[in-house]
């Protein structure tokens, strides 16, 4: 449905949750280089239990060769200093969820450049910010609940994977 792009993720056990959430809702993982990590870290592989099968991780050299593959797509960035909520964009099917890294977000640069796609889930003014895997379970089941959770039964299931 969406695809969940972490821009130099630091934290091992926060991309493997991100990755079970993935694979239970039929999202693509996007894992933007340099990583804080090696791919066969044991805390990403327990993080993601028995998951990994089910969810599609597409690792990228950097930025400039994400847009470059993928130039017709919307992509959102989520950030504490976004100007609107996230609960003010119509998520559509293919669009782009970047989140940046643990310790320092996205590039302000990047930020700046796309202004008008920026948004932030709203918390207190002394919380500096949110759990990244938390802050993308968020993002993805609002863009899930605006379109009636599609391929998802009402047990919670896979109708059937979109890959």
């Not at 130099?8 to 804080?36: D, F, S, Y």
């Not at 119509?90 to 940046?100: K, M």
Request: glycine share 6%; charged share 20%; hydrophobic share 40%.
């Amino acid at each position: 449905m969406f695809h969940v792009m972490l821009v130099e993720p630091e934290i091992p056990q926060n991309t493997g949750n991100i990755a079970r959430t993935c694979a239970a809702t039929g999202c693509t993982l996007h894992l933007v280089k340099p990583l804080g990590f090696e791919l066969s870290d044991k805390y990403l592989k327990r993080a993601g239990l028995d998951y990994w099968p089910l969810v599609n991780v597409i690792v990228h050299e950097d930025l400039a060769s994400v847009f470059t593959q993928y130039p017709g797509a919307k992509f959102y960035y989520f950030s504490t200093k976004a100007p609107r909520a996230y609960t003010e964009v119509q998520f559509e099917a293919g669009d782009f969820l970047v989140f940046g890294r643990e310790t320092k977000g996205l590039p302000e640069e990047l930020l700046a450049q796309n202004r008008e796609h920026c948004v932030r889930i709203p918390m207190l003014d002394e919380a500096r910010s949110l759990n990244l895997s938390n802050s993308v379970a968020i993002a993805v089941y609002e863009g899930l609940r605006q379109h009636d959770f599609p391929n998802l039964s009402a047990s919670g299931k896979l109708r059937s994977r979109p890959w």
